[in-house]
C-alpha cells in the first residue's frame, strides 16, 4: 500500500496542555516528538506531510512538505485533516497525531491492512473504550463528504468518522504505543525515564 497512501502527522494545534509551546517539537528522549512519528509512517507512505501552522521550517526538516490550515484560529484537527485530503495524492491518507511518539510502524501497517480489507470506511484504533479518531486511514473518495460536512460546520472528527462509517482495529486501553504526551508533566516524566523503560526503546528507534 506504500505508493497509493499519503500520510499526514498532525503537529498544528495550539498546544493549549503544553502551555502554548509547539507541541510536536517538544523533546521527548532526544528528539522532537513529531520526528518520532514521521520516522514510523515514512516507510509506510509515498509521501509525508505535517499539518503544522507555525515553526514550517523546523517541521519542513522531518517530511516531504507541510500544510497548514486554511482557516485562521486553529479551527481544530479536522482541518488539518481536511487539508490532506485536498492536497495529497494517495488513494489512501494514513493520519497520527504529534504526540504518540511512541507509536510503532506494525500498528499503522495493521491499520492500513485494515482499510483495505474495508474498502470506503475510515479505519481507526479503538484503545479499550476509547476511540482514536486521529490515529486513522481514510480513503480519498470520502474528500467531498468530509468537505461537505466541515462546510455545514461540522468540526468533530469523531462523530464524522463514525457517521461516514468506520472499521476499528482493537488495542488494549494500556497500550504502550499509544502513550499519550499531550502535557508538560507527562512529558517530563518520560523523559526522566529515557535511561531507565524507555532506554532500550530508544536503541532500537
Request: charged share 20%; aromatic share 4%; hydrophobic share 40%.
Amino acid at each position: 500500500m506504500r505508493d497509493g497512501c499519503s500520510g499526514l502527522v498532525l503537529s498544528g494545534g495550539q498546544g493549549t496542555r503544553m502551555g502554548g509551546a509547539d507541541k510536536g517539537l517538544m523533546p521527548w528522549c532526544g528528539r522532537p516528538m513529531v520526528e518520532w512519528v514521521c520516522r514510523q509512517m515514512r516507510p509506510l507512505v509515498g509521501e509525508l506531510a505535517i499539518s503544522c501552522n507555525r515553526n514550517v521550517a523546523s517541521h519542513a526538516a522531518f517530511c516531504d512538505r507541510t500544510l497548514s490550515d486554511a482557516h485562521a484560529g486553529y479551527p481544530g484537527p479536522l482541518a488539518g485533516i481536511l487539508a490532506g485530503l485536498r492536497s495529497l495524492c494517495g488513494t489512501h491518507l494514513l493520519v497520527a497525531p504529534c504526540d504518540l511518539p511512541a507509536i510503532e510502524q506494525e500498528l499503522l501497517r495493521e491499520l492500513q491492512q485494515l482499510a483495505l480489507a474495508h474498502p470506503g470506511r475510515i479505519a481507526v484504533v479503538r484503545q479499550g473504550e476509547r476511540l482514536q479518531p486521529l490515529l486513522c486511514v481514510l480513503p480519498r473518495t470520502l474528500l467531498a463528504a468530509v468537505d461537505s460536512a466541515w462546510a455545514a460546520g461540522e468540526r468533530s472528527p469523531s462523530r464524522l468518522w463514525q457517521r461516514l462509517g468506520i472499521c476499528e482495529l482493537a488495542c488494549r486501553e494500556d497500550d504502550p504505543r499509544l502513550l499519550n504526551f499531550n502535557c508538560p508533566e507527562v512529558l517530563l516524566a518520560a523523559c526522566q525515564s529515557a535511561h531507565g523503560e524507555w532506554g532500550s526503546y530508544v536503541d532500537h528507534r
